[in-house]
């Protein structure tokens, strides 16, 4: 840990003592439950030099600079927006937390002094630091928008004049000159003459109105919005298939870097205590996770997909082989969601059959006289079978050309983005719980079959 600033501490101001104190409260209370990444933007107080002084300290490692001290604007505000991306990841993550009253209390009160713009950044190799104020939130003022203003206005009210006086000198010149009077009178009758030749010239034309028809037919707006009638007569209509992973990786906290990730999943927790591996089971596994968010933007993608799409599920969740479900018409999709609701990963042999999954999935679809969709939401590849799935793809691809599949991946390692490419689909990159969302929305969007019903 290397000291980036020094600050002097006046220890007359009990204020400022009983800050400090609750801010290393809010501290100890957050680094839990934050990532490293995420944590690192706050910097951690001391007091120093027999309590003269406050030092303010950071993680990270490198030549602290002050944000202010940065020429380049365009670096300027790459890291203010990297600084303003971690402070709503803090806010997340404290959504998703619960606390007690008193708890609650410090952190509703602290918070806005995180995202005081009165404190002073630092950045350390890309990554900003901030050492608070202390001192309550301000906002900037705009001290130079009244000026501005009323010069804006004194200009506009001499242009107005200017403008009045040139409309009043040319109405003048229209009513009393004369030879105004006689070019007027001039052009009158080569205008009327020039029109009569366009009527005549444009009377053999006679198939006009009928060219016109075509433009007039709403036909492209009827494509927006689903009849009645393609809802009863269901046979023709698109399905679509969702893989959902079940396996034991899908417990994973989505709060964490992938490099966290890496190493948690190759540690020795023999060398470890158990108090030691619980804390850290416990940490890379807090909520929001990967299988409580996709559950949950899965049952709001559902609800957007449109009557006349049946939906069936496909779960990875052991080896050898993927389940499967009947497909789900949309007055039975609450049974649908409740499935899902109910998916938990398996304590032993958990495992991703995704070959499997992708298999049966496209031998319940037709994929070659109507538009079918596979949509498959996984944080990695199969671990079931040394088969290739690429090969598989290629072969749905050359099978059911109709066939589209479109991949959410929540790792973001692009193992097996040759299953979307083979078959005309887009992989969705998704790591946080603000991208799930909307990487899923993306993904349903994509296939177009979230139609309204057309009034």
Avoid at 112 to 125: A, E, L
Avoid at 308 to 325: G, R
Avoid at 432 to 438: A, G, Y
Wanted: with cysteine; hydrophobic share 35%.
């Amino acid at each position: 840990m290397q000291r980036i600033a020094r600050v002097i501490f006046d220890q007359g101001e009990s204020d400022k003592i009983s800050l400090l104190k609750e801010y290393n409260s809010l501290l100890v209370l957050l680094k839990d439950n934050l990532t490293e990444r995420t944590f690192s933007i706050l910097a951690q107080p001391k007091l120093i030099d027999n309590n003269q002084y406050i030092g303010w300290y950071s993680n990270l490692e490198g030549q602290p600079i002050l944000l202010d001290d940065i020429e380049s604007e365009e670096y300027k505000k790459q890291i203010e927006k990297k600084l303003n991306t971690r402070i709503n990841d803090l806010e997340l993550v404290i959504k998703s937390m619960s606390f007690t009253s008193e708890e609650q209390a410090l952190i509703s009160a602290w918070l806005p002094r995180i995202k005081n713009s009165g404190n002073t950044i630092y950045v350390i190799n890309d990554d900003p630091v901030i050492v608070n104020s202390f001192k309550a939130p301000i906002l900037p003022e705009p001290t130079a928008i009244p000026p501005t203003s009323k010069s804006f206005w004194r200009w506009w009210y001499f242009l107005l004049l200017v403008l009045f006086l040139i409309i009043l000198i040319g109405l003048v010149w229209y009513f009393f000159c004369p030879y105004g009077k006689e070019k007027v009178s001039d052009t009158l009758p080569i205008i009327s003459q020039n029109t009569e030749k366009k009527e005549v010239e444009s009377t053999p034309v006679v198939e006009q109105p009928n060219a016109l028809e075509p433009k007039t037919e709403p036909v492209t707006e009827v494509k927006n919005c689903i009849t009645k009638e393609e809802l009863t007569n269901n046979k023709s209509a698109s399905k679509m298939v969702m893989i959902f992973d079940n396996s034991a990786s899908m417990t994973l906290t989505l709060m964490e870097s992938q490099a966290s990730i890496d190493k948690y999943l190759k540690s020795d927790f023999y060398s470890m205590t158990e108090k030691e591996a619980e804390a850290y089971e416990r940490k890379m596994t807090r909520l929001p996770n990967r299988l409580s968010s996709s559950k949950e933007v899965a049952l709001t993608s559902i609800d957007k997909i449109q009557q006349n799409i049946d939906i069936s599920l496909v779960t990875l969740t052991s080896c050898p082989a993927a389940q499967t479900t009947s497909f789900y018409p949309y007055e039975d999709r609450e049974k649908l969601k409740s499935k899902i609701k109910r998916l938990q990963p398996l304590e032993y042999n958990s495992a991703t059959p995704l070959y499997s999954g992708v298999k049966q999935a496209s031998k319940m679809l037709d994929g070659i006289n109507r538009d079918d969709y596979i949509l498959i939401i996984s944080d990695g590849e199969d671990n079931c079978t040394k088969s290739n799935i690429c090969t598989l793809a290629n072969k749905i691809a050359t099978e059911q050309p109709r066939l589209k599949i479109n991949i959410v991946d929540i790792a973001g390692q692009h193992k097996i983005d040759c299953v979307a490419k083979s078959t005309g689909g887009n992989v969705y990159i998704a790591q946080n719980p603000t991208e799930l969302i909307n990487q899923m929305s993306n993904a349903v969007s994509d296939m177009n079959i979230s139609k309204p019903i057309c009034k």
